[in-house]
């Protein structure tokens, strides 16, 4: 696994160099255009101002970037005691995977079943599920989803992730500048200075040319390099949580569940879309193309469905190249048929899921992370409780019966009007 991880870092910084220079050759094309007079400095200039961008918006993704994208999604943090089994899936994939140290987990108040995971390290990295896909599918499935995106995190494909959306976005912010900056010169009339020779207007149509091409293809083939990359990480987590959890169907089935319940409203922004397990952007989940962030669905299906010898790496890699013509996908460097594992038997809790019970007690869950209180009654409803509510007894609406509120919530009342008070 160790030797998937380096060559993954090696292949990120390429990339990231690759996509650093499409971003230096745009800045470089538009300082020459607008300094024609002063080569050299028009491409330094053009240079240096790119690099800025991209400098400033990879601090801001260093110092807070997790957090920016766990807040876009909606998400809330859940401890241990407000959703222990959830908690204790990541746990059991969090020691299978060897991550230093346990990632913090989130809840998005969504139908939609759909997970994330973030981190520039394994030490601030997160795991984001919805409630509809706690909901929706039992523990095995459950756990075959958490361990995809814990081997995001294991084979650092969430720091990738980050700084390769950061440049795309830099490139795509200097290309939309330079081309809205075109456009409102050329609306109000603003001339550049051109030269006086027939030989200098002619270089400088060309390079007027050459900078709106760059403009306009810089940001398609920044977006094309990273979306094929992010295809390839995506059945490699695949083949982690196979590894992780020796039990491929689960993440086969939820793979299943979560395309045919896909909505594009859910997607909260096209930077967090390619981050989900399934691209919500495409609401079947089956967006093919170059365009596509994620393979296939049915292929990732079919492969894991194909692991009949083993749960390892090695039985990914040949149920992959089964289906792709004996295309290579992980390398045979990395595999060692002597660390085959067996595929284990479906958990006796998966069996007994009852879908519209999860949905309640995630619900729950939800309301109390919100600062609610549940306050149960006798004949099964489930009051919530707001934690400013100022009254000492609460009456159930369906049987009449009345409950004392419990002393906690009457004294963060308390503490509020207080606060509120001394605040007058």
């Not at 990632?103 to 409630?131: C, H, M, W």
């Not at 992780?244 to 909505?263: H, M, V």
């Not at 309301?367 to 549940?374: N, P, R, S, V």
Request: proline share 5%; with cysteine; glycine share 8%.
């Amino acid at each position: 696994m160790w030797e998937i991880i380096e060559a993954n870092r090696r292949k990120s910084v390429a990339l990231i160099f690759i996509l650093g220079s499409v971003l230096a050759a745009l800045g470089a094309a538009i300082g020459y255009f607008f300094t024609p007079e002063f080569p050299a400095e028009g491409v330094f200039t053009g240079i240096a101002i790119a690099m800025v961008i991209w400098i400033i918006m990879l601090l801001a993704s260093y110092a807070g970037g997790e957090q920016i994208l766990l807040a876009t999604a909606g998400a809330r943090e859940v401890k241990h005691d407000d959703a222990p089994q959830l908690f204790n899936i990541v746990e059991e994939i969090k020691i299978a995977s060897g991550l230093p140290s346990m990632p913090k987990v989130y809840l998005i108040d969504s139908q939609v079943p759909n997970a994330f995971a973030v981190g520039l390290k394994p030490e601030r990295a997160a795991v984001a599920v919805t409630t509809g896909l706690v909901a929706k599918l039992n523990r095995d499935e459950l756990q075959g989803v958490v361990a995809h995106e814990i081997g995001h995190i294991a084979n650092r494909d969430t720091l990738f992730m980050t700084m390769a959306g950061v440049t795309v976005g830099a490139v795509v912010i200097l290309a939309d500048l330079f081309l809205r900056g075109l456009w409102y010169s050329s609306m109000t009339g603003g001339r550049r200075r051109s030269s006086s020779s027939q030989g200098g207007g002619q270089l400088m149509a060309i390079l007027m040319i050459v900078a709106i091409a760059l403009a306009i293809l810089s940001p398609l083939l920044a977006q094309l390099l990273y979306f094929a990359t992010s295809r390839k990480r995506e059945y490699l987590a695949d083949a982690s949580s196979a590894q992780f959890t020796r039990y491929p169907e689960g993440l086969a089935s939820a793979l299943e569940k979560i395309s045919a319940n896909q909505d594009k409203k859910f997607s909260k922004s096209r930077t967090l879309a390619p981050m989900f397990i399934i691209n919500p952007m495409a609401a079947s989940g089956k967006m093919m193309g170059l365009f596509s962030t994620h393979p296939p669905t049915e292929d990732r299906i079919h492969i894991l469905r194909g692991m009949m010898k083993g749960s390892s790496l090695q039985a990914y890699e040949q149920a992959y190249r089964k289906l792709h013509q004996n295309k290579q996908l992980i390398g045979t460097p990395s595999l060692n048929a002597s660390q085959e594992k067996g595929i284990r038997k479906p958990s006796p809790e998966a069996q007994q899921h009852n879908p519209k019970k999860s949905l309640r007690d995630i619900k729950d869950i939800l309301h109390k992370t919100a600062g609610y209180g549940i306050l149960a009654c006798a004949c099964g409803v489930k009051m919530k409780i707001p934690s400013n509510f100022e009254h000492k007894k609460v009456r159930c609406p369906r049987c009449g019966r009345e409950h004392e509120v419990p002393l906690e919530l009457l004294a963060a009342a308390i503490i509020a009007q207080d606060h509120t008070k001394k605040s007058a």
